[in-house]
């Protein structure tokens, strides 16, 4: 049985930093990303950042570019999330999940429909 477990929430201020982890475990068929979504109160969930297993490429949000850094440790089979200068509109409860089929490549961050396996969440608090 699939499970992603994902970490690294809290409160944290802003300008300040977090590091998501995602551990997924009981996979075994091959599959072609890992991304991060989040969700916030009243809004809909929507994708952050995502990479490729294969090679390791990356793409990202907007809002998050140059802020947001995703990246792999494939011998413990785990996903990170840096998050550097936090903003209060990044509050949200983050999620990792994962891509079988690579259908939309990268782009599938915008079809988080086509993502079929989900953690339980993180919450991300950035306040002052």
């Known amino acids: 049985q699939l499970q992603l477990v994902e970490s690294g929430g809290g409160l944290v201020q802003p300008g300040g930093s977090l590091r998501l982890s995602c551990v997924v475990s009981?996979?075994?068929?091959?599959?072609?990303?890992i991304g991060w979504f989040r969700q916030a109160p009243g809004k809909e969930r929507e994708g952050v950042s995502c990479?490729?297993?294969?090679?390791?490429?990356?793409f990202y949000k907007d809002s998050v570019v140059g802020r947001f850094t995703i990246s792999t440790d494939n011998a413990k089979n785990t996903v990170f999330l840096q998050m550097n200068s936090l903003k209060p509109e990044d509050t949200a409860v983050y999620y990792c999940a994962v891509d079988t089929d690579g259908r939309y490549g990268l782009g599938a961050l915008y079809f988080p429909d086509e993502f079929r396996y989900w953690g339980q969440g993180t919450q991300v608090t950035v306040s002052s």
């Open positions: 990479i490729s297993r294969s090679d390791g490429s990356t």
């Open positions: 009981g996979f075994t068929l091959d599959y072609y990303s």
